[in-house]
């Protein structure tokens, strides 16, 4: 198999396993669906953590409101009965007022916290770290995870504004957000070495199966990425280490060295001269 190291700029972000064999445009297809699909694992454990705090999303009219300005408009939450965590809530108001403050209990808060652990776990960037490469179905597993989770707290569902509901439903609306920006559409996707669509793998890396390659996926338009350090930045941090400990033994070894006999009588190169002038161990005082 052909192990590529996927990154984004100098961001290391997964290992991904395929052959020589592969057409390009099937491995741009692929590679942009756990690219992706990670982003949206992140996004949704981002909310996630929110509904465990402070439970339910309020309708797009209500939120940002204080308690008094909704009283006056008499705004109602319509969902706020039906979408009601297993176990009964716990009241904690969300000051920025995004979420009705009807929180799941300490169990069922747990069990989001716990899973969100685990779906962020499967799919992180420490995979690469541990030489596990990510596949889509990981990546599937962790929104499965995340549903199943959501599923379990909130059995009646969660509103149909709920931005957590909206990216399983894969209806987000990411426009003009930080996080739309990340995010690759297949037709906008490109490889760096410059992969062409119509090539196979092969035409760049050979035949040789155990191969691995570096590969920066980003939008076309982008230009050239940065070229990789010729050596690693865990090479370099070695480097500089291994410099600097050599600077401290070179220091102590010229703070150890005995110069001392430079003070004895036979290390003079003088004293023969000056015995045979009468001008040895001349002592003087002042007058």
Known sequence: MVRLHVKLGDDSQFLFDTTVNVPVVDLVKDLVVIYNGRLKVGRICSDMAELAEHGIILPPNMQGLADEQIEDLKLK????????????SVFKKDEIGRRNGHAPN?????????????????ISKKQAEANVCV???MVKDALDQL?????????????????IRMEFENNEDLSGTQ????????????????????????????????????????KRGQGAPAREP????????NMMMYYHRRQEALKKLDEDEDISYMNADWADSNSLKRQFQGVKNIKWRPA
């Open 77 to 88: 939450d319509e969902w706020e009965a039906k979408c009601v965590p297993s176990g009964g």
């Open 106 to 122: 300490d169990s069922m808060k747990k069990v989001l916290q716990k899973t969100m652990e685990e779906a962020k776990a499967l």
């Open 135 to 137: 596949t889509i179905d």
């Open 147 to 163: 549903r199943g989770a959501v599923m379990i707290v909130y059995p009646m569902g969660l509103p149909p504004h709920d931005p």
């Open 179 to 218: 996080a739309g920006q990340m995010v690759i559409e297949e037709p906008d996707a490109q490889l760096w070495k410059e992969l062409l669509r119509n090539k196979k793998l092969a035409d760049y890396v050979g035949k040789n199966e155990k191969t691995k390659i570096i590969v920066k996926i980003q």
């Open 230 to 237: 010729v050596i690693s930045e865990e090479e370099q941090k």
